[in-house]
């Protein structure tokens, strides 16, 4: 529910909840679900963060923000705020700036577009009047027909649905096996993705994946088709369990791996890697192949290929989350006015309210690592007084919230203690282009995804999602398409870097070569960006982070209670964002079920209660029914009962 009236306004709860991405939103959905009274904080006026799905209209908008750096000042800053003699309070950033920079936005204007077909236009007889004369008419015509074509953009950009983070659900992952035991698929709709592509020699191949799809490729040979199936077999055995925690080769690149003990060609175990992982040629095999398993496993679960499309964008998802979190009594509050403004914090007793201020994130570690060498459980002290702990949060209009535990995303948690919570950074780059036409290889379905190999001096290939009116995603006449890659050069712009793949694929807009319009899409808009992902200590336990980096295992809390999540980052699936989900409620809400199935509405109780875990009065809730998805068009997508998922785990 909102809070709306100033009476409403909650003054404690159990989780309190700043941001409304996906990881917020399952964990608020989760503790909400088990009868915890939960509270939703957002600085922006929209779901999603940097989740969210955008129209047109106001993607423009979330550019021109972005931009935006001077800001009015919060007055808010200066309210006062009662502190008690062990209590200290930290100014909450107010804008997230953090997380997208070096954003470049370019759309054809009037002037431009006068510009571009000057450039275009061939002039072959200068003195001649009657010739400059028509040339001059079709400049003008050309001019008339581009601005139909933004007016037509303008006109019906209601209807776009742009995501800030394009990703796939994969059917034998977490999200799809989370969504269908939840109940929570009821909310969104699905599409099969059957389309999956790769540049080959300037020309889009089709990705080896299934049987069929081996034996109808032209591109690899015989032999290759025969080293493919074998190694689509072996990791659907059970084998490939025992050698993910035995191999000694788990270190070795992948392509290497695939070569020696697997006789895979070079070239296809490139293929693998590339088009089939979307992964870097440098990889390492345990990250890989346990990917290829999960690869394996869902094909044919919903078509040829492992992965399923959101309709209407990826930003539904929170919101899917979200609406069960209200259901079960979750209150959100959005916008700037009742944003977090400052961070109420408690110091441990062992530490005085002056050297805590003094440096808050050297004192942060120095206290982890007491606490981890404490001694016998008599001399030890109870966590709640050895660690700091949030007591909660003052909003930008002068209320307070007090909570036992606290999850925000990092661009919430104050510049002067963050440091301390950081294991590591790393960048993407992202673009969106909004074109005229589609790719000519995948014009037969609604959605496609596309992998572009890494050019010269590059590690790592481009994900290349393209959307469609049919998944509706655009308006009738324009195409979406989504870029993802790493960033591999700090000093190099989002826009050099991505254009590096895309040449050649696409081309400015302009209406006067007709002939090569017809072949190659033509870019209206085109937005770049470079995505800044902070990783923190309090995402993944340890066994979730076997085969990455090992300095997490074993790291102390820095809080007691203040659970910091991460944003999307550059995967193709939503597994990071589960993982973390499940790992921060097994520590605010320990030995509980994470997010148990919701009774379906027509076995509420009209009237019912809740009850002390959190659930609905229900007259039938020990035979759950099987969800279906019903996309537009005739592809249906049915999601399996929760013992399908047992049987295949156990595989």
């Not at 070569?259 to 990889?283: C, F, G, K, P, T």
């Not at 470079?530 to 102390?556: A, C, M, V």
Request: charged share 25%.
């Amino acid at each position: 529910m909102m809070a709306e009236e100033s009476d409403d306004f909650p003054k404690s709860c159990d989780v309190l909840i700043l941001g409304t991405g996906l990881v917020e939103s399952i964990v608020g959905a989760a503790c909400s679900r088990i009868g915890k009274k939960v509270v939703v904080l957002d600085r922006n006026r929209f779901y999603g963060g940097d989740w969210a799905t955008f129209s047109y209209k106001h993607l423009k908008e979330w550019v021109a923000h972005r931009l935006v750096s001077d800001l009015e000042p919060n007055l808010s800053r200066v309210l006062p705020l009662s502190l008690q003699s062990d209590e200290i309070a930290f100014d909450v950033p107010m804008t997230n700036d953090s997380s997208v920079t070096h954003i470049s936005y370019w759309s054809y204007s009037r002037e431009e577009d006068q510009n571009v077909v000057e450039v275009c236009t061939e002039v072959t007889n200068p003195d001649d009047s009657t010739s400059n004369s028509e040339e001059n008419s079709e400049k003008q015509s050309n001019i008339s027909k581009q601005l139909e074509v933004y007016e037509k953009l303008e006109k019906f950009g209601n209807r776009f649905n742009i995501s800030l983070c394009p990703k796939f659900l994969i059917a034998r992952a977490k999200l799809v096996k989370l969504l269908v035991e939840s109940a929570i698929s009821r909310y969104c709709e699905f599409l099969a993705l059957h389309d999956l592509s790769f540049l080959y020699n300037s020309k889009l191949e089709k990705v080896p994946s299934s049987r069929a799809d081996v034996f109808k490729n032209t591109l690899i040979t015989l032999q290759e088709k025969r080293q493919m199936m074998r190694l689509l077999e072996f990791c659907l055995s059970q084998k490939i369990k025992f050698i993910l925690s035995h191999l000694e080769q788990l270190e070795m690149k992948f392509t290497a791996y695939l070569q020696s003990v697997h006789a895979v060609s070079e070239r296809l175990s490139q293929i693998i890697v590339l088009h089939v992982l979307y992964e870097s040629i440098e990889s390492k095999t345990k990250q890989c192949l346990a990917k290829l398993r999960v690869f394996c496993e869902s094909l044919g679960v919903y078509s040829n290929s492992p992965y399923l499309y959101t309709m209407y964008g990826v930003g539904e998802l929170p919101q899917c989350f979200a609406r069960l979190n209200a259901i079960f009594g979750g209150t959100f509050v959005l916008g700037s006015q009742d944003a977090a403004a400052k961070l109420i914090v408690r110091t441990p007793r062992c530490v005085s309210r002056e050297s805590f201020l003094t440096d808050s994130s050297v004192n942060l570690d120095q206290m982890s690592l007491e606490q981890t060498d404490a001694g016998s459980p008599d001399e030890q002290v109870s966590s709640e007084q050895r660690l700091p702990r949030v007591k909660g949060v003052m909003t930008a209009s002068g209320r307070v919230i007090t909570c036992d535990h606290l999850v925000c995303e990092p661009s919430y948690v104050p510049v002067s203690i963050l440091p301390a919570f950081t294991r590591s950074k790393r960048s993407y780059l992202r673009a969106i282009f909004i074109t005229n036409r589609r790719l000519d290889a995948t014009k037969d379905s609604s959605v496609a995804l596309v992998s572009i190999p890494p050019p010269l001096g590059r590690k790592h290939p481009l994900r290349l999602m393209e959307e469609t009116p049919q998944s509706c995603a655009t308006s009738e006449g324009f195409n979406i398409l989504q870029a993802i890659t790493e960033d591999e050069d700090a000093n190099a712009s989002p826009k050099d870097q991505i254009d590096a793949y895309v040449k050649g694929l696409l081309k400015p807009f302009s209406i006067s070569d007709e002939e090569e319009q017809q072949l190659v899409p033509q870019v209206l808009l085109s937005l770049y960006f470079r995505y800044n992902l902070i990783e923190s200590y309090d995402q993944e336990s340890e066994e979730h982070t076997s085969g990455e980096d090992n300095s997490l295992k074993g790291r102390p809390p820095c809080f007691d209670n203040l659970h910091i999540t991460c944003g999307p980052n550059s995967d193709i699936g939503f597994d990071s964002c589960v993982k973390q989900a499940e790992f921060m409620f097994s520590k605010i809400c320990p030995d509980e079920e994470f997010l148990p199935r919701a009774p379906d509405p027509e076995d509420v109780i009209i009237g019912g209660t809740m009850e002390d875990s959190g659930t609905l009065t229900s007259s039938n809730q020990s035979e759950p029914v099987p969800d279906t998805i019903e996309p537009s068009g005739t592809e249906i997508v049915d999601l399996p009962e929760n013992k399908e998922f047992s049987e295949i785990s156990e595989r």
